[in-house]
């Protein structure tokens, strides 16, 4: 059973001046909290999902399980780089059903197992757009209720873009677990 999807419209988050480092993939993180860009959109998505909060957790920071489901239906996990830890990178490149690649990656800001995890995205073909992405896992009976606030965006288009793979990504990580 899921949630139906959520969206804010507004929320504070990090800056997006950012450079790009030599490998392609976002700049290292100073650690520190990033500067508050009001009237940036932002989304949230829900979904209930029948697994505990740690397996939920670790299907988001073990990069085999990620691998497995990671990105909209259609897609396929090629690369999952994780080093979960604050100021620790992630790297994803995922393959699209036409043999298109895409990359992402960021920073890691919080790591609060099983409970949060907080990190910078940036598309690898515009590492000068950074946004913010945090995931909340809580338990709810024999299951878990997670959160993903996605904040930050560049402009509507990139939110409303963003909100449909990022369905899909839930869809799947939804199934994963049935």
Do not use: N
């Amino acid at each position: 059973m899921t949630a139906p999807a959520e969206r804010a419209t507004r929320a504070p988050a990090p800056s997006e001046d950012r450079a790009a480092s030599s490998a392609g993939r976002p700049a290292a993180s100073t650690g520190a909290p990033p500067a508050s860009q009001p009237g940036k959109p932002s989304l949230m998505l829900r979904r209930r999902i029948a697994a505990p909060q740690a397996k939920v957790f670790a299907a988001w920071t073990r990069p085999e399980q990620l691998a497995k489901w990671f990105g909209p239906e259609g897609t396929q996990a090629a690369t999952a780089e994780l080093d979960v830890q604050v100021g620790g990178r992630y790297f994803i490149r995922f393959r699209m059903a036409d043999g298109e690649e895409h990359g992402v990656g960021g920073a890691y800001r919080e790591v609060a197992p099983p409970e949060r995890l907080v990190f910078d995205w940036a598309w690898q073909s515009t590492p000068e757009r950074v946004s913010l992405v945090t995931l909340r896992f809580a338990p709810d009976g024999d299951g878990t209720l997670f959160t993903l606030i996605h904040e930050q965006f560049a402009d509507d288009a990139a939110r409303d873009s963003h909100e449909h793979g990022w369905t899909g990504c839930l869809d799947r990580l939804v199934a994963f677990f049935a």
